[in-house]
Each structure stands twice: as structure tokens, then as C-alpha cells.
């Protein structure tokens, strides 16, 4: 589910709040990183399960027309085309999914979270993706999976009310909202016409992130001084104390990184840290990480402290 470049920031993120901690505690740092890329699933579990409140918005909402005092004839028997959705009822019977939401107590229970997705319908209804799928006469397997990726693309992963309870959940929520949508709708267009659903793993299975994970977090703390030393040599008339403090973090992770990695190739390390200064940094940090990092893996090969195996990986 994860990919290299979100853990990077990840640790990224911990590094920052691990080094404006007065509080020295390292291995407290390193299980709250463990911690908020686990929340990160969660979020993703949270995604999958708003089709199914959309749809009981959609039940309520058809309920409460057949109770008018005068209903009409569309009030008794309105166009169930969504709440009948195939998709959304393969999610619903899916004992893998609910099995992994009930063990990590992920679920939109509550008025507050009834009375949002309430909104989120309304909203629904007034968009034209609503109105195509609810006209168009066509029906099926991949009719129903059409409309949910385009209805989970233009109307949930945007809805503001959405993304205001993943901003109070969690701070980092809002950073990992982009990869948590791509694998919600990975998921759903992976979806096979009665194959019960499996959820994606936090990890693949026999995969190495979670170590890298744990590898670069530790290596960046460990090799800090000796990073520091390297950065101030190469750094042309800057003072240690007047880079950037995120510039200072990437700079240290990519030099430990290139350092203890062996099997990833130098070019995809300067590459990745380069754009990730374009997020997180000033808008000129490219340019100085480009510049201190090539200096550094020259100065690094020529003392054998950058050792790549396989054919291209230097």
C-alpha cells in the first residue's frame, strides 16, 4: 500500500518533531513513527466505509420521502439504482474488511458522523456524476464500479466536511490524504464480479518497507554529527545555524540513506530528496540540496562509504 517516497516523509515528519523535543527519548520517537504510518491504514479503512453511510444517507433520505403526508408517485417508488449499487454491497459483505475495521475500532458510528454524511449526500445529488449514473438506463458490474470511482473522485474525496474530520483526527492525516484516496480507488477498480474483497495490507507480505522505515529513522539520529560535519564542509558560506531546518533534516536523512542502503541507487536518493524539498521546504531548497548532495556522494564514493550492489546502482 505504501510507498517509498510517503515513508520518507514520514520519518521526515518524526525527525522534525523528534529534534524540537526537548525530550530526549528515542525509543518513544520511533514507536510513535510505527504508530502514525498505522494510522495511515486506518484512515484508508475509513475511505472504504464511506460508500456505505453515503448509501444509508441515501436509505434515510428516500424513507423520510414515503412518510410526506401527500408523497408522490416517485416518493413511493423512487429510482433505488444507488442504494442497490453491486459494488458498495460487495464492500458491505465483505468479512476480511469488516473483520480489520472491527478490530481496529474504524467506523463512522454517531449522530455527529450520521448528520455529515447526511450533508455529503445532499451534496451528491446536485452533481452531475449523480445524475448521469441515476438516468442513463445502463446497469451492471461495471456500471456500478464506473460510477463509484468517478463519484469517490469528484464528491467524497473532496467533500470539505470530509476532509475537516480527517484534519481534527490527526495532524498528519491531511499529508497522507492523497496516497489514502489513490489506494480506496485502487481498490475498488481491483474489485472482481463475485470475488469477496480483500482489503490492501499496510505491508506486503515478505516486503522490506517497514524495516526501511525503522533503518532510515534510526540511521539519520545515529550518523548526526558526522551528517553535520559533512553538510558544514560542503555547504559554501553557510552557516550550520542559517540553513533551513527541514533542509538540515533531508540533507541528513538522504546522507544516511546513501550510506545505508545498498540496493537503492544513488540517483533515486538525490532525486526523491530533491522533490520532497519542493513540498516541505523554502522554494530555492532544491537547488541548495542538489547542490550540497552531489558534493557529498562524490566526497562519499572517493572514501568507500557509499557501497551500491548490483549492475546501475551507482
Known sequence: MLNRRHLRIKVLQLLYAYYQSEEDNFPK??????????RMY??????????????????????????????????????????????????????????????RKVNWMGAESQEMFRKIFLQIIESEVY??????????????????????????????????F??????????????????????????????????????????????FVIELFRNTIKLNDQSEELIAELADNWELDRIAKMDMLLLKMSIAELQIFPSIPTKVTLNEYIEISKFYSTPKSNLFINGVLDKAISKLTAEKKIKKSGRGLI
Open 42 to 103: 486506518d484512515m484508508y479503512l475509513f475511505l472504504l466505509l464511506t460508500f456505505s453511510e453515503v448509501k444509508r444517507a441515501s436509505e434515510n433520505n428516500l424513507a423520510d420521502k414515503g412518510k410526506k403526508l401527500r408523497p408522490t408517485e416517485e416518493d413511493l417508488h423512487p429510482n433505488r439504482k444507488w442504494v442497490d449499487n453491486t459494488i458498495v454491497a460487495q464492500l458491505e459483505d465483505s468479512f476480511a474488511l469488516r473483520q480489520l475495521t472491527e478490530t
Open 166 to 211: 480527517f484534519e481534527e483526527k490527526s495532524i498528519n492525516w491531511l499529508d497522507d490524504l492523497d496516497l489514502c484516496c489513490s489506494m480506496a480507488i485502487k481498490s475498488i477498480k481491483g474489485m472482481t464480479e463475485n470475488v469477496p474483497f480483500e482489503p490492501m495490507p499496510l505491508f506486503k507480505e515478505n516486503d522490506d518497507e517497514k524495516e
Open 131 to 164: 445524475f448521469e449514473y441515476m438516468n442513463n438506463g445502463l446497469s451492471g458490474y461495471d456500471e456500478d464500479k464506473h460510477f463509484l470511482v468517478a463519484l469517490f473522485k469528484e464528491d467524497i474525496a473532496n467533500s470539505s466536511v470530509l476532509y475537516h
Open 29 to 38: 520517537a520511533e514507536k510513535e513513527l510505527l504508530l502514525t504510518i498505522e
